[in-house]
């Protein structure tokens, strides 16, 4: 059984920064050769792609609405997904959540995943 597990979320003034944490585990999963995504929602809103990186993380793509303000890196050797965020905007308001792709050696995508984590809250406030 996968089990995604995000931490590093809470409250952060507009203009902050904040990276969180993904901790993949369990069989059914090589996460060195997993594509990995994350995702956000806001209740009451369809969940939103915001960035993916390939399984060497030589490879990523970012939703025009982070681009030049997220980052997102990995630790192979850890089993870890780090999506590091500056410059946060009251927007940026959501549940974010951690995703993997069991399909080996994938590019960075914003389609379907096959495991997700619970969630963690990040707030921006004013």
């Known amino acids: 059984q996968v089990q995604l597990v995000e931490s590093g979320g809470g409250l952060v003034q507009a203009g902050g920064s904040l990276r969180l944490s993904c901790a993949a585990s369990?069989?059914?999963?090589?996460?060195?050769?997993?594509?990995m995504g994350w995702f956000r929602q806001v209740p009451g809103k369809e969940r939103e792609f915001v960035a993916a990186?390939?399984?060497?993380?030589?490879?990523?793509d970012y939703s025009d609405s982070v681009k030049g303000r997220f980052g997102i890196s990995r630790d192979n050797n850890k089993n870890m997904v780090y999506p590091q965020m500056k410059n946060l905007k009251l927007e940026d308001t959501a549940v974010y959540y951690c995703?993997?792709?069991?399909?080996?050696?994938?590019?960075?995508?914003?389609?379907?995943?096959?495991?997700w984590g619970q969630g963690t809250q990040v707030s921006v406030s004013s």
């Open positions: 995703a993997a792709d069991r399909t080996e050696w994938g590019n960075p995508h914003r389609g379907e995943y096959d495991y």
């Open positions: 369990g069989s059914g999963l090589t996460f060195s050769r997993s594509a």
């Open positions: 990186i390939d399984w060497s993380g030589g490879s990523t």
